[in-house]
């Protein structure tokens, strides 16, 4: 009798809390933790909000695109936007020059629901707007390299690699640490050849850095599925005004960028020319992009310590960048 009822009562009972337990979304990642790495964002930290983003409601014409970004801090910008503020205070994620309201579904991963105004935050602001609606997810990882990457995938890499699929985009920015940050020999060598007049034969090896390099790291990335298009940029102008003091200042000087900035930049352009827009990957669009139309070199306040992008220039490229985008999915969608 009574006894029964009770013991079905609870049983159900296990059973239901059980079944919320299962269903109820994981607690949302403290803002502080998902930001205040300086090396890229953890993986774990990556496939919740990944899996938060795949479950928001759907564009115009189908599930919305994930645009993964992938390279070094030409897109994996937010340490530097914090300056002289403490990524573990609360006080900085509520500060409306360095963050803002998050954006859709970052809302419901974040706590506080505050999103860094980064590269990826400007980009997924764009898609929200945009009659083709993406979102965007900062895969790049501060400080890497591109020189030798297809071979030893970094963590954020892999998780593209394992996770980008044929309704998704890529955009790679990389390459500027080989030369400024992280030079090997070979660059050092190079690079004697560009200051000594060589020019040809320092191009050479960029060709192969910017070319090969970047076409097997690419390449790498979307081993396991295509996606419906692959940005690969080109390095901005850096700010030619040495009034801004930062880490790079040593190697802007030995590049004689303080004094004729019109030499880097000549290499800039030809690298691009010559190498980033030859950049092709099987199974997928290509599209080579020059940040350094948008970042000219011009605007000091574009920068940070004159190599990174501040929110303004941040926003700057994203809003380049989403173009770009929406330009393809507006051609996809006329074709359908």
């Known amino acids: 009798g009574s006894s029964c009822v009770g013991s079905r009562t609870a049983m159900w009972l296990r059973q239901f809390c059980a079944c919320a337990m299962s269903e109820a979304a994981p607690p949302a990642i403290p803002s502080q933790e998902f930001y205040q790495t300086y090396i890229g964002h953890?993986?774990?930290?990556?496939?919740?909000?990944?899996?938060?983003?795949?479950?928001?409601?759907?564009?115009?014409d189908g599930p919305?695109?994930?645009?993964?970004?992938?390279?070094?801090?030409?897109?994996?910008?937010?340490?530097w936007l914090f300056e002289q503020r403490s990524k573990t205070d609360l006080e900085s994620y509520l500060d409306d020059r360095l963050?803002?309201?998050?954006i859709g579904?970052?809302?419901k991963v974040l706590d506080p629901p505050r999103m860094v105004r980064d590269v990826a935050f400007w980009l997924t602001s764009a898609g929200d707007s945009a009659r083709h609606s993406f979102v965007a997810l900062n895969t790049a990882v501060e400080e890497s390299i591109i020189s030798g990457r297809s071979r030893d995938l970094l963590p954020q890499d892999a998780f593209i690699r394992d996770n980008i699929t044929s309704n998704d985009i890529l955009i790679i920015s990389a390459g500027g640490n080989d030369v400024a940050l992280k030079p090997t020999l070979g660059t050092q060598a190079a690079l004697a050849k560009l200051i000594a007049g060589q020019r040809d034969e320092a191009m050479a090896y960029f060709r192969r850095l910017f070319k090969e390099e970047m076409e097997?790291?690419?390449?790498?990335?979307?081993?396991?599925?295509?996606?419906?298009?692959?940005?690969?940029?080109?390095?901005?102008?850096?700010?030619?005004?040495s009034s801004q003091q930062g880490f790079a200042d040593d190697t802007l000087r030995r590049l004689g960028y303080n004094e004729d900035p019109g030499v880097?930049?000549?290499?800039?352009?030809?690298?691009y020319e010559d190498a980033v827009r030859q950049v092709s990957v099987d199974g997928t669009q290509v599209v080579p992009f020059p940040l350094f139309e948008v970042l000219d070199g011009k605007d000091t306040r574009?920068?940070?310590?004159?190599?990174?992008?501040?929110?303004?220039?941040?926003?700057?490229?994203?809003?380049?960048?989403?173009q770009v985008i929406s330009d393809h999915l507006g051609i996809a969608d006329k074709k359908k």
């Open 42 to 60: 953890h993986p774990e930290h990556l496939e919740r909000v990944l899996a938060a983003l795949r479950s928001g409601p759907q564009g115009s």
């Open 64 to 79: 919305r695109p994930v645009v993964f970004l992938a390279g070094d801090s030409t897109l994996d910008n937010k340490h």
């Open 99 to 102: 963050s803002a309201e998050a």
């Open 105 to 107: 579904e970052y809302g």
């Open 216 to 241: 097997s790291f690419a390449s790498c990335l979307v081993a396991k599925s295509k996606p419906r298009l692959v940005i690969v940029c080109m390095l901005y102008f850096l700010d030619e005004s």
């Open 264 to 271: 880097l930049q000549g290499i800039i352009r030809a690298v």
């Open 302 to 322: 574009d920068y940070l310590h004159r190599v990174e992008p501040s929110v303004v220039g941040g926003e700057k490229m994203a809003n380049a960048l989403a």
